[in-house]
């Protein structure tokens, strides 16, 4: 096996469980590998750090699976990080019955970087995101089948990761059946109708789970804006809060026809969905003097690099001032970013400036973040990218 030596002075990170070795942290990699391949790492000194996947073409180089040295990666390995991953969500989350949808492992945070698995009902999907990860994927198959018997695995692939490791776009079964165009499941007594293999992500943002209770708790008597809203998750959690009127908006069609038929499926017809640009959307209301009690605002990952934090910037602050300006005095905004180079406390900043461009005052009432079937690894705070301010504007 190869060990990568990290520069001295560099280890600190490693040894309190960072699971990112980046090239400007190695020294030199002494023995042959192939991608892939499990590699020691050690400090300057020559101790034993941890092991984990190399990948040289990768900006992660190494990324780390064990801090113990007699614990080999086989098969058993993966047994046991599934095992209390799915610990984590039936027992502690209560989120095991046969029409749940949630993130059974969640990569890092779950011990097994590169490796995504949901559940949605009986079927997995499953996304592959480091190369040392796809060269263990019937293995990684194999565990999965015997410990959850699903109906089959399909295999999503993220594009802008699989291109960064140099890994193939997959979109297919990988066991078992193929799953039907449209999965039902049931998150937290909504019905949604899941379509794993075309929609975005794996079929729905399932990190939004614990944000859309807040939006149900804060709906009550309020007329809602849902911006972004996909397939109508804020939304319909705001009329089952008791929201006074809805209306959603998303550019999608598709999204807009999912969301018609989630609205549909649970009863609530309530909801005006918009197919419509959202800031355009936003300030057409403005004009015409139609105001709002609540808005959400949910956009796609604004910033992919730490490159793009700054014209992400612009457009956080252009979104949040249509939504304040759209608010009447003492209106409700939760608004939201997924990206993670973006951190919390610029993004209040943001927020913050927003505020002063649309002449108003915003009070911070409570910080969201993901669904706990989503955990943060507090060696990782790159595992921390949902970030979400619920503010009063004034
Ligand atoms: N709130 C949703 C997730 C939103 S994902 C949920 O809880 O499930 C982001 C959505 O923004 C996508 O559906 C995408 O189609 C939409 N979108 C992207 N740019 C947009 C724009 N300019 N105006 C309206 N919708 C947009």
Redesign the pocket.
């Known amino acids: 096996m190869a060990t990568v030596v990290i520069k001295p002075r560099r280890a600190k990170p490693f040894y309190f469980r960072h699971p990112w070795v980046f090239s400007g942290a190695i020294q030199r990699i002494e023995g042959d590998f192939a991608e892939g391949d499990l590699v020691d790492v050690a400090d300057a000194d020559g101790k034993f750090i941890g092991r984990g996947f190399i990948n040289s073409r990768s900006q992660i180089v190494v990324r780390l699976l064990t801090w113990d040295r007699d614990e080999p990666v086989d098969r058993g390995f993966f047994e046991r990080r599934v095992a209390a991953a799915r610990a984590l969500r039936e027992d502690v989350l209560g989120l095991a019955g046969p029409d749940d949808a949630c993130r059974l492992i969640f990569s890092e945070s779950d011990g097994l970087p590169g490796l995504i698995v949901d559940r949605y009902g009986a079927w997995l999907v499953i996304q592959v995101a480091s190369v040392g990860m796809s060269l263990r994927l019937e293995m990684v198959l194999d565990v999965l089948e015997q410990a959850l018997h699903p109906a089959g695995i399909y295999r999503r692939t993220i594009e802008g990761a699989a291109e960064r490791e140099g890994l193939p776009v997959v979109n297919a079964v990988a066991r078992g059946q193929e799953p039907p165009d449209a999965i039902r499941v049931k998150i937290d007594g909504l019905d949604f109708l899941a379509n794993v293999k075309h929609g ?1 992500k794996t079929g ?2 399932l990190d ?1 789970r614990a ?2 209770r807040v939006v149900a708790r804060l709906a009550s008597g309020r007329s809602v804006f ?9 939304a319909m959690a705001a009329v089952r809060g008791g929201a006074k009127s809805v209306v959603a ?4 069609p598709q ?1 807009i026809e999912a969301g018609r038929r989630n609205a549909e499926l649970n009863g609530l017809a309530s909801i005006e969905f918009v197919q ?6 936003l300030r057409g209301h403005a004009r015409s003097g139609r105001r709002f009690d609540l808005v ?1 605002l ?3 990952k604004l910033a992919r690099s730490s490159a793009h934090v700054r014209r992400a910037s612009a457009r956080y602050r252009e979104l949040n001032a249509a939504a304040l300006r759209g608010l009447g005095e003492g209106g409700l905004l939760v608004t ?1 970013s ?1 990206s993670q180079h973006v951190h919390e406390d610029a993004f209040e900043s943001f927020v913050n400036e927003a505020a002063c461009e649309a002449g108003r005052v915003v009070q911070t009432l409570e910080r969201l973040g993901q669904a706990p079937d989503h955990p943060v690894i507090a060696s990782c705070p790159e595992t921390r990218y949902l970030k979400g301010l619920v503010c009063r504007s004034l």
């Open positions: 975005q729905l943002y939004q944000n859309r849902d911006g972004f809203t996909y397939t109508g998750g804020f908006v998303d550019s999608s999204a419509a640009d959202v800031i355009e959307t959400i949910d956009p796609p939201f997924c």
